[in-house]
């Protein structure tokens, strides 16, 4: 039962604690894996090992090279950039993300060059593309691709 409560059920994620702090400075918060509770401070971080399932970095003040430390999460279900300052070279940087179900990219200044690269990550449900200058051919492009995907624009 200890186990069970410090270890995360057996989830770890070795960047999971780097990250959150990240974000936690950027103004963010993550929802760890097997919690519905945001971590918002750093005083809820847990001690023990953990994985990052969420990442809302809403309107936070990050810039395209930080999104290098978004690669590798392999728990990693939902990333909102939503009116960030993300350009194509920091989408271009995410990578690495197995279980990314949904991406939130709206009010970014991110375009059809690497929107269309999406299809990258064969497994997101959701997009969101709102106030983006993303064309409708490059949506019809990633829905005849990523198939089970909803693309929000």
């Known amino acids: 039962m200890i186990c069970l409560l410090t270890c995360g059920c057996g989830t770890h994620d070795p ?32 001690e023990g090992d953990f994985a990052v399932r969420e990442i809302d970095l809403t309107d936070a003040k990050i810039k395209d090279l930080d999104m290098k430390k978004f690669v590798d999460l392999p728990y990693l279900e939902s990333l909102n950039l939503h009116g960030t300052n993300l350009t194509n070279k920091g989408l271009a940087n995410i990578s690495g993300l197995p279980k990314l179900q949904s991406l939130e990219i709206a009010y970014t200044r991110v375009t059809d060059e690497e929107v269309s690269k999406l299809t990258r990550f064969p497994q997101l449900r959701k997009i969101f593309l ?9 949506i019809e492009d990633l829905k005849a691709n990523l198939r089970d995907c909803t693309i929000y624009k």
């Open 130 to 138: 709102y106030g983006t200058a993303v064309k409708p051919q490059t």
């Open 15 to 46: 960047n999971s604690r780097a990250v959150t702090e990240f974000v936690l400075q950027a103004g963010g918060k993550v929802i760890p894996v097997n919690s519905d509770l945001p971590i918002d401070t750093t005083g809820k971080i847990p």
